[in-house]
T-cell receptor
Framework: GAVVSQHPSWVICKSGTSVKIECRSL??????MFWYRQFPKQSLMLMAT?????????EQGVEKDKFLINHASLTLSTLTVTSAHPEDSSFYIC?????????FGPGTRLTVL | DAKTTQPNSMESNEEEPVHLPCNHSTISGTDYIHWYRQLPSQGPEYVIH???SNVNNRMASLAIAEDRKSSTLILHRATLRDAAVYYC????????????FGQGTELSVKP
């Protein structure tokens, strides 16, 4: 199967700072990437759909000015959590689409103090 | 988005077959049925998908009802490593192919 990596795997930051999470498709080109977040004991919630070279499409209720998504190349998408607060602490997961399948990264655990 | 209904949890014994059910009575003609599983603190892993016919791969089999309103994921011989949350998801390629996750079934496997 295709491989997606995320960096960092975990991050702890102070309230009010911004955090950038990278998502890379290592052995395939992903014209579309997706960003999810997952709170403890809950399912994944889709945040946004990112297409290479265009603006991301955000799901209802997700603040686009707070969660900045950039998909500058076919193998890299980034999610920046701006002015993070403790309620943004979560497990953030990206995926890249290839044909009829999505391949998920290992996730990034964000803790905001 | 079409929804799926799965039992919250199931138990299985090691080396026995497991049948994980999924109801999707509002499925449309263009929806594919996808199954993913997620181990704790990891990203989801693709298991299998199908449209109308039953499907087999090295991980599992997918049995799709003739009316497509339900499907069953079959693990032929459960191992301890199969303990995970299994998600049944309907995916419409014409709608950007995004996956909307439900609550899934938490499968536990007893030795």
């Amino acid at each position: 199967g295709a491989v997606v990596s995320q960096h960092p795997s975990w991050v702890i930051c102070k309230s009010g700072t911004s955090v950038k999470i990278e998502c890379r498709s290592l052995d395939f080109q992903a014209t579309t990437m997706f960003w999810y977040r997952q709170f403890p004991k809950q399912s994944l919630m889709l945040m946004a759909t990112s297409n290479e070279g265009s603006k991301a499409t955000y799901e209802q209720g997700v603040e686009k000015d707070k969660f900045l998504i950039n998909h500058a190349s076919l193998t890299l998408s980034t999610l920046t959590v701006t002015s993070a607060h403790p309620e943004d602490s979560s497990f953030y997961i990206c995926s890249g689409a290839r044909y009829n399948e999505q391949f998920f990264g290992p996730g990034t655990r964000l803790t905001v103090l | 988005d079409a929804k799926t209904t799965q039992p919250n949890s199931m138990e299985s014994n090691e080396e026995e077959p497991v049948h994980l059910p999924c109801n999707h009575s509002t499925i449309s003609g263009t929806d594919y049925i996808h199954w993913y599983r997620q181990l704790p603190s990891q990203g989801p892993e693709y298991v299998i998908h199908g449209l109308t016919s039953n499907v087999n791969n090295r991980m599992a089999s997918l049995a799709i009802a003739e009316d497509r309103k339900s499907s069953t994921l079959i693990l032929h011989r459960a191992t301890l490593r199969d303990a995970a949350v299994y998600y049944c998801i309907l995916r419409d390629p014409s709608q950007g192919g995004k996956l909307i996750f439900g609550q899934g079934t938490e499968l536990s496997v007893k030795p």
